[in-house]
């Protein structure tokens, strides 16, 4: 956690100072990008029978062309509190409707939606204003890898048929390969750190469980087809160009 705190440090030093040196108004720059990004998601196809709206929490780095070209990795931490999926804990219930820990004490468990992916994107900005060509429409897509599954928290309460492993036949682990689409627009300043884009995602999951039973449905065959998850939002995130230093001119009489 400390070196990516003075890395984001260090980039968003040279961000700024690359700022002050470059005419933005001018020139299209070639420059590396960091940044990070907030998505808002609704689920559709497979993933919407496990999971309601989800949350995106991520960051992109990658090199802007002198073409206004993007090329990068674009990687999401994904949570989120809705479950669609009902009767996960059911064999677990005793005649009065309760889960009990190791002392016999009512259960308090939380099943939260969580995953991640990581995915190689390229795109284009595409200027609509001759004052600043480095910001306009932007564009890119991509595909890499994703996972998802069901995260089964017990907090500080110790429940034996959840605990270690056994939360593996719970869990719905799925893990396949995924593609995106990102339209929106893509705002580079003239100078400062306002810097941001914003727009529509889509991503579109290829998935299959991991898992060979769901210890809640012993005696019904996991489904190992492909899964289709979808998934579809809003997307904002704050980028830091990072620019090379410009040569010093001297003058001597």
Request: hydrophobic letters at 40%; one cysteine or more; aromatic letters at 16%.
């Amino acid at each position: 956690m400390i070196f990516r705190i003075l890395f984001f440090s260090f980039c968003l030093t040279l961000g700024l100072q690359g700022f002050s040196q470059r005419n933005l108004r001018d020139t299209v720059i070639g420059t590396p990008w960091v940044a990070v990004h907030y998505g808002a998601n609704g689920t559709s196809g497979d993933l919407a029978n496990r999971f309601g709206f989800v949350n995106h929490i991520g960051a992109i780095a990658g090199y802007k062309t002198s073409k206004n070209w993007f090329w990068g990795l674009d990687g999401n931490f994904i949570f989120g509190n809705k479950i669609n999926e009902t009767g996960i804990l059911d064999n677990l219930v005793d005649s009065y409707g309760n889960v009990t820990d190791i002392n016999g004490d009512i259960g308090k468990i939380y099943i939260l939606a969580r995953g991640f992916n990581v995915n190689l994107a390229v795109g284009k900005i595409v200027p609509i204003s001759k004052k600043n060509r480095n910001s306009g429409l932007f564009f890119h897509a991509g595909a890499g890898y994703l996972l998802h599954k069901l995260r089964i928290e017990t907090q500080d309460q110790v429940i034996p048929q959840l605990e270690l492993d056994y939360r593996k036949g719970y869990d719905r682990l799925t893990i396949g390969i995924n593609t995106h689409q990102f339209a929106g627009y893509a705002f580079l300043a003239q100078h400062g750190f306002v810097n941001f884009y914003g727009g529509f995602y889509a991503q579109q999951g290829f998935t299959k469980n991991q898992r060979n039973v769901f210890f809640d449905q012993p005696g019904v065959a996991v489904d190992k087809n492909i899964r289709f998850d979808l998934q579809y939002g809003l997307k904002i995130g704050w980028f830091i160009p990072i620019y090379k230093r410009q040569p010093k001119d001297f003058y001597f009489d």
